[in-house]
């Protein structure tokens, strides 16, 4: 399947709108072409609560055209599994004076439009019962606006993406169970209307199904059939007389939809406000993500400035090497703190890959903050985080070849290698298994061979070569050098305390980077798994910045405490501290899975735990980094400030 990476680059280009926290609607530069054009309805993927695997409209026996043409145009969308193509629902004709505006010929009511009639065998019902068990719905788009089905009862309005294939029920006076087809769509298209002008932009894309048994007089005539459905006046809908539609083989299914127009006082600019509300609940979870920081931050100061201030002046008014041996604390390590600890190149391999993640994970916030994703594009946001990865692979290389010399080594080709395979490698094995499921189950989720192909030969002929640069370059920086001489001999380390057991403490320093995202996560995985709409991205920069300043300061804490228990084996202990979140996430993930979604399928459950499997090393890598620099930059900054005989 052809993808356009060009249409990132000129999405980043022509779209600009800013606002910290809110949906970002964007503004596309306009374009004449004042021509008559139909206001055609999209169709996209099929999608289900209960099992994440998604499918094209058009395998399931809907009224199909003539050619059926794919509008997925970028990578992010066929990684998605979008699959927009053209339909038969035509709202009327439109005379397109730009891409946001256009005059409307035609904003008539029209009632009972027939799209096709078709005669279902008995696998094409089998397979709508079988959509119809898993709830499917069904998904459609409109001006870039994606169908919603409005939800009663709220305080706020709330909008469920896509109508349902169809409802199971029980006939009367008996235990059978009976299958209703949804065949009859009532759209309502809301439109915003210039008081100068004759110009409309659509502002919002409503639907209400139903099931209808729809019969007819005489011999079929295409759209000219008259119904008897339909009463005397044109296109007028009867209140059902021969009930809902119930699946049969070998039965006429009739497929017939209204169009109603309501002018609406909804801003263009904010048409994306009333798909993604911002709620009490999201702003509690940034407001205590502060206080969190704000305290750990605190008690971080009152250490630097008291603690750290007192214990520096007291060693440095010290007479004598007598004197000194008599003191306990974390200057007696001196020696032995920076003694390269064990498996040197594995933990520069995950620190250059959290990097990585770093500089990809800042640039797409900080784009995504000035409002250079559309809500209309959703694949844009996944290219640009693929192809951030590939061009951050430069900065990967050469972390990693700077912490390699600064631990002695001098293989920089085999460290670079590592960086360059390791985490890929890994990613891509879990990728091919869970890419071979979705084949298995003829998901329209699954990435086709060409595309497979475009993603090996970015990581091959992109990347890979970035980490080499990379890693070149910082090899021949000067080596980072240490504020103290490390012993021949290594120290030995007294008894700890119970809670500076290495597995108590980098378990007790995973919790509160976990709790400073954990509100914003859940919100994360409501949009991915049970199909609601995130645009927040004000919220999740700040987010993630009360992330980095979390990690960095639990970090320091804890590295604190450690050495002034004389242990100086504080390298890995410094990574894996922060990482461990990554744990809590992962069983976060798994609580959210049991409580909030309903997938019991075998095939769905593994692509849940794939993926999340995915997230928690992405995280563990991305968090562990950040406590890794943090430790290492405390560290050289108190020992630098003691006088060391």
Same mark, same amino acid.
């Given at each position: 399947?052809?993808?356009?990476?060009?249409?990132?680059?000129?999405?980043?280009?022509?779209?600009?709108?800013?606002?910290?926290?809110?949906?970002?609607?964007?503004?596309?530069?306009p374009v004449d072409f004042r021509k008559k054009d139909l206001l055609a309805v999209k169709v996209s993927q099929l999608s289900?609560?209960?099992?994440?695997?998604?499918?094209?409209?058009?395998?399931?026996?809907?009224?199909?055209?003539?050619?059926?043409?794919?509008?997925?145009?970028?990578?992010?969308?066929?990684?998605?599994?979008?699959?927009?193509?053209?339909?038969?629902?035509?709202?009327?004709?439109?005379?397109?004076?730009?891409?946001?505006?256009?005059?409307?010929?035609?904003?008539?009511?029209?009632?009972?439009?027939?799209?096709?009639?078709?005669?279902?065998?008995?696998?094409?019902?089998?397979?709508?019962?079988?959509?119809?068990?898993?709830?499917?719905?069904?998904?459609?788009?409109?001006?870039?606006?994606?169908?919603?089905?409005?939800?009663?009862?709220?305080?706020?309005?709330?909008?469920?993406?896509?109508?349902?294939?169809?409802?199971?029920?029980?006939?009367?006076?008996s235990d059978d169970s009976i299958y209703l087809l949804v065949n009859h769509l009532k759209f309502l298209v809301k439109y915003?209307?210039?008081?100068?002008?004759?110009?409309?932009?659509?502002?919002?894309?409503?639907?209400?199904?139903?099931?209808?048994?729809?019969?007819?007089?005489?011999?079929?005539?295409?759209?000219?059939?008259?119904?008897?459905?339909?009463?005397?006046?044109?296109?007028?809908?009867?209140?059902?007389?021969?009930?809902?539609?119930?699946?049969?083989?070998?039965?006429?299914?009739?497929?017939?939809?209204?169009?109603?127009?309501?002018?609406?006082?909804?801003?263009?600019?904010?048409?994306?406000?009333?798909?993604?509300?911002?709620?009490?609940?999201?702003?509690?979870?940034?407001?205590?993500?502060?206080?969190?920081?704000?305290?750990?931050?605190?008690?971080?100061?009152?250490?630097?400035?008291?603690?750290?201030?007192?214990?520096?002046?007291?060693?440095?008014?010290?007479?004598?090497?007598?004197?000194?041996?008599?003191?306990?604390?974390?200057?007696?390590?001196?020696?032995?703190?920076?003694?390269?600890?064990?498996?040197?190149?594995?933990?520069?391999?995950?620190?250059?890959?959290?990097?990585?993640?770093?500089?990809?994970?800042?640039?797409?916030?900080?784009?995504?903050?000035?409002?250079?994703?559309?809500?209309?594009?959703?694949?844009?946001?996944?290219?640009?985080?693929?192809?951030?990865?590939?061009?951050?692979?430069?900065?990967?290389?050469?972390?990693?070849?700077?912490?390699?010399?600064?631990?002695?080594?001098?293989?920089?080709?085999?460290?670079?290698?590592?960086?360059?395979?390791?985490?890929?490698?890994?990613?891509?094995?879990?990728?091919?298994?869970?890419?071979? &499921?979705?084949? =298995?189950?003829?998901?329209? @989720? #699954? *990435?086709?061979?060409?595309?497979? %192909? !475009? $993603?090996?030969?970015? +990581?091959?002929?992109?990347?890979?070569?970035?980490?080499?640069?990379?890693?070149?370059?910082?090899?021949?920086?000067?080596?980072?050098?240490?504020?103290?001489?490390?012993?021949?001999?290594?120290?030995?380390?007294?008894?700890?305390?119970?809670?500076?057991?290495?597995?108590?403490?980098? &378990?007790?320093? =995973?919790?509160?980077?976990? @709790? #400073? *995202?954990?509100?914003?996560?859940? %919100? !994360? $995985?409501?949009?991915? +798994?049970?199909?609601?709409?995130?645009?927040?991205?004000?919220?999740?920069?700040?987010?993630?910045?009360?992330?980095?300043?979390?990690?960095?300061?639990?970090?320091?804490?804890?590295?604190?405490?450690?050495?002034?228990?004389?242990?100086?084996?504080?390298?890995?202990?410094?990574?894996?501290?922060?990482?461990?979140?990554?744990?809590?996430?992962?069983?976060?993930?798994?609580?959210? %899975?049991?409580?909030?979604?309903?997938?019991?399928?075998?095939?769905?459950?593994?692509?849940?735990?794939?993926?999340?499997?995915?997230?928690?090393?992405?995280?563990?890598?991305?968090?562990?980094?950040?406590?890794?620099?943090?430790?290492?930059?405390?560290?050289?900054?108190i020992y630098s400030s003691v006088k060391i005989d």
């Open positions: 399947m052809a993808t356009t990476h060009s249409a990132m680059l000129l999405l980043v280009l022509t779209c600009a709108s800013a606002a910290c926290g809110f949906p970002f609607p964007g503004v596309v530069a289900s609560f209960k099992t994440p695997l998604p499918y094209s409209y058009y395998s399931l026996p809907f009224c199909r055209p003539h050619t059926v043409t794919n509008s997925a145009n970028n990578l992010g969308e066929v990684l998605r599994g979008d699959r927009v193509e053209n339909s038969l629902y035509e709202l009327g004709a439109v005379l397109t004076l730009n891409l946001t505006a256009m005059q409307f010929e035609m904003m008539e009511t029209k009632l009972c439009q027939i799209v096709c009639k078709v005669v279902l065998s008995q696998q094409e019902v089998n397979d709508l019962k079988e959509k119809i068990d898993d709830e499917y719905h069904v998904n459609m788009i409109l001006d870039d606006l994606p169908m919603v089905v409005p939800i009663m009862g709220y305080d706020q309005p709330f909008y469920q993406q896509g109508v349902l294939v169809g409802f199971k029920g029980r006939s009367r006076g915003n209307k210039d008081a100068h002008t004759d110009l409309a932009r659509i502002v919002a894309f409503e639907v209400t199904q139903s099931s209808i048994k729809h019969g007819y007089d005489g011999d079929w005539k295409g759209n000219a059939t008259n119904l008897k459905t339909c009463d005397s006046r044109p296109g007028h809908l009867v209140i059902n007389t021969d009930g809902p539609q119930i699946l049969e083989a070998n039965k006429e299914i009739i497929f017939t939809y209204d169009v109603n127009f309501e002018e609406s006082d909804i801003k263009w600019e904010s048409r994306w406000d009333t798909y993604n509300p911002v709620n009490n609940e999201h702003w509690f979870s940034v407001v205590n993500s502060l206080m969190m920081v704000l305290f750990l931050s605190g008690t971080i100061a009152m250490i630097m400035l008291r603690t750290l201030y007192r214990d520096i002046s007291r060693y440095n008014q010290l007479g004598n090497q007598e004197e000194t041996q008599e003191e306990t604390g974390w200057k007696l390590v001196h020696g032995d703190v920076f003694r390269p600890p064990a498996n040197t190149d594995l933990l520069c391999v995950h620190v250059g890959t959290g990097v990585q993640f770093f500089g990809m994970i800042l640039v797409t916030l900080l784009f995504a903050v000035l409002g250079l994703f559309l809500p209309s594009n959703p694949g844009g946001l996944i290219t640009t985080m693929l192809l951030l990865w590939v061009f951050m692979g430069l900065f990967a290389g050469y972390s990693t070849a700077r912490l390699h010399k600064m631990f002695g080594g001098s293989e920089w080709k085999k460290i670079t290698i590592k960086t360059a395979m390791i985490f890929p490698g890994v990613i891509f094995v879990i990728f091919i298994i869970l890419n071979a &499921l979705l084949w =298995g189950e003829e998901s329209s @989720g #699954a *990435v086709p061979f060409t595309t497979m %192909f !475009i $993603l090996v030969l970015l +990581w091959f002929g992109v990347s890979v070569p970035l980490v080499f640069v990379g890693s070149y370059l910082g090899f021949n920086k000067p080596t980072i050098e240490y504020p103290v001489r490390t012993n021949k001999t290594p120290r030995p380390i007294p008894g700890q305390p119970w809670y500076m057991n290495p597995f108590i403490s980098i &378990l007790i320093g =995973g919790i509160l980077p976990f @709790g #400073a *995202v954990l509100m914003e996560f859940f %919100f !994360i $995985l409501t949009s991915i +798994w049970l199909h609601q709409f995130y645009y927040t991205f004000g919220f999740l920069f700040l987010v993630f910045v009360v992330l980095i300043l979390t990690c960095a300061s639990a970090t320091i804490l804890l590295c604190y405490f450690q050495l002034c228990s004389e242990n100086y084996h504080w390298w890995w202990r410094s990574y894996l501290t922060p990482g461990s979140s990554a744990l809590y996430l992962f069983l976060y993930a798994t609580f959210y %899975f049991f409580t909030k979604l309903q997938i019991t399928k075998v095939v769905p459950t593994a692509l849940y735990f794939g993926y999340m499997l995915i997230a928690s090393y992405a995280f563990f890598m991305l968090t562990g980094t950040m406590g890794f620099y943090a430790c290492l930059w405390f560290t050289r900054l």
